[in-house]
């Protein structure tokens, strides 16, 4: 085979006009199948792992996540922006525009880059513990818009601000990282990115890479008062304070134990609830179109 190009048809960046300006920027014969539902996208990227020159996904976040769960190591792998926030490639470099990522991936270089996982499924960038998982669940909650959208940033910070103030924006630790201590929640980074808002980039963990192993950043408690300075450190990624963080950095495995089934979440997918969580660094795993 040559090419293979999977597209979710549903991603909030995904429509016909878009499709045909990104198959004509992929190398000529590149084929295309359309994901139907869950999952497909894995068992896809499995069957044509080692058998194609290169896969392409045009989707979002979620859609590469499920590619990422079925490549080999070797079967180059690109990642064409179409969701509504598309971390992962935002995080490797390429442009925002997706015909515009299409055309670097078609002539570009590749990269090895390492991956996470918990409990067994890898995740590209991030995954999290506690309130950013239970954010995500809220976000799924509230469905897609009458054109099959997601909701956008807006509703995405709207829905956080809702969520906290369930907690009564009070956090207290209710989870245990193994040799480290306790914390009120746990961010765990395979890059310096972990989201956008907007053009921004969150930095939760500045000095995490893909080259390198996983970092953990867990706030050990939060108040109503701590918020400012708590986005302020994220979008400036600044130094974490012992005192108010555990900060792991580069670290092959983590052992977390939740006093209570917390939500757990992998490149924005919510995982469901968990009362433990082993994460993994899986080093130099991947070969990445870049």
Known sequence: MGSLLIVNPWATGVDEARLAAVQDALPAGTEMRLTTRSGEASELAREVA???EALYVFGGDGTFNEALNG???STPLGFIPGG???VLPRALGLPRDPVEAARRLAGGSTRRIGLGRVNGHRFGFG?????DAEIVRAVDELGRRPDGRRPGDLS???TGVR???RHHFR???VLEVVGYGRAALALVSNCAAYSYAGRLALRVAPEASFEGGLDLVAPVRLRARDLPRVLR???AGGQRRPDRYLYVHDTDRLEIACDRPLPLQADGEDLGDVERAVFEAERNAVTVLV
């Open 163 to 165: 969520t906290i103030s």
């Open 84 to 86: 509504g926030t598309s």
């Open 127 to 131: 995954a999290g513990i506690g309130l």
């Open 50 to 52: 080692g058998k194609v």
């Open 233 to 235: 450190e994220a979008f």
């Open 171 to 173: 956090l207290d630790p």
């Open 156 to 158: 995405f910070a709207w």
């Open 71 to 73: 490549i080999d190591a």
